[in-house]
């Protein structure tokens, strides 16, 4: 399936997230289904959370309880494969990355998307954060219905409608 | 007749990374490039890099080209530079034939690396010449040099990395990607690219291709059909789509063609990309100090190309009385970083290419 259309299967995408009491802090999210010659999330974490090794066609692990959410992967990733999430009661929160514009603004609501590109709901923009190190990729820290955890991926603007 | 030391015909990554290492070691370099300006494709890319940290591995593309260039430049008293200058012919007797600004000079090189990249394939198909149907490549010039937009609705062809990561640059440019259609039964390039495609509403389509280009003065309509197993078109399934642009990227091919006019064995390795020189394993050609580095001698990514370009300075450099002060280290390293990069799935056909130009212990 992944490899006909570009949508991780429901049952790929569970791989990839820890239990659910460990989101109660944030957690990385990684999305790398494929050994490919890549090892920017590794040697980019300052925590040591994610292992590839020394062959870099590997796919990184994620060493759960080393990661403190800190979000300096998900702008690192060149195959913007990486988010955070958490949970927070009734909302799921993440943070992406995000190359388009216009730039989301704090305190607008976005549609949320999942990852065949549809609609599933509103996203809050809760935060948008841009310093050097991100190299002009985005880390937008959004919030949406705590059912949409396993399904948004990203965010579209509603403005052009 | 200009006499120089090494010469490097190509400013792209591999060019440049062999002139860094040649002229750590003290040769003389001069490198001729046929664009205005060094960095080769490196130039068009806005999208972070893969690969590792000494690749630079999430690095956009054209501050790759920068720091590349910056990396020659530091050796400002053993480099020279020609841009906007073509060679357009090699003899066996390492002269070559430079065409720059309306005058054509020869140049004999005691050494000569080909670093000239690849040129893309097309497709054939009815009316593939309307105004409107582009390359991958016109469209990143177009689009990330020169800030021109190549349509407003576009079909991509092809699901190669290229296909898909220039897919993402075009929405990102605001072009409608209308559909990215794919004949193979998979996607060609990395998952996560179109993963990141796919989430903003593209369709990817494989096992389908294009048909036919309409329109009367440009394109106006494109018409695709879908392929059943064995790649033959399941006639009822052909659909229109409306789009004022396409693109086509279905690969590269080496740009061979000053080595097979310089009489080097040659060979067609399919896996490779098509004509690629015969190689030994220090990338020298059949011809004597002639050596290749980067997509030249096979298709592969352009962290593939920096290294093989470092390792091959070192070599040139060498044979040329100039020992690089660390070499036995370094070239070990290099030789170390090439298979790791290769070791993995999308390596694969790089190692059968490789194995059927050098003999199998090369590929491992």
Redesign the interface.
Known sequence: M???????SAEQVLTRFPKKDLLAKAKAII??????????CQ??CPFNAIYIG????QQPKLLVEKCTGCGICVT??????IMLAKTEREKAVFKIPY???PAPKVGENWHA??????IIGEALIEMVQSIPRQ???LLVTVSTKIEHLYDF??I?SQAHE | MIEKDLIIIGGGPAGLCAAKTAMEANAKVLIIERSQKLGGQLVKQTHKFFGSEKTYAKTRGFDIAKRLIDDVTNYSNLLEIMTDATVVALYPNHELTVYQYGVYSKYKAKAIIVATGASEKFLAFENNDLPGIYGAGAVQTLMNLYGVLPGQSIVMVGSGNIGLIVSYQLMQAGVNVKALVEAAPKIGGYLVHASKLRRLGVPILTSTTIKKAIGNETLEQVEIVSLNEKWELISGTEKLIDVDALCISVGLSPLHQLLSMAKVEMKFVNELGGMVPVITEEHETSTKNLFVCGDVVGIEEASSAMVEGYLVGLTAAKRLGFLHPNYDQIKQNYHDQLTNLRSGPFGLKTRIGLAKLQGEDYAR
């Open positions: 992944l490899d006909k259309t570009g949508i991780a999305e790398c289904y494929q050994d490919i010659p890549c090892n920017p040697t980019s020394d062959d870099i066609n690192s990733c060149p195959g913007l494969a190359e388009f514009l998307i999942n990852r065949s590109g549809e190299d002009k990729t991926i990203t579209r």
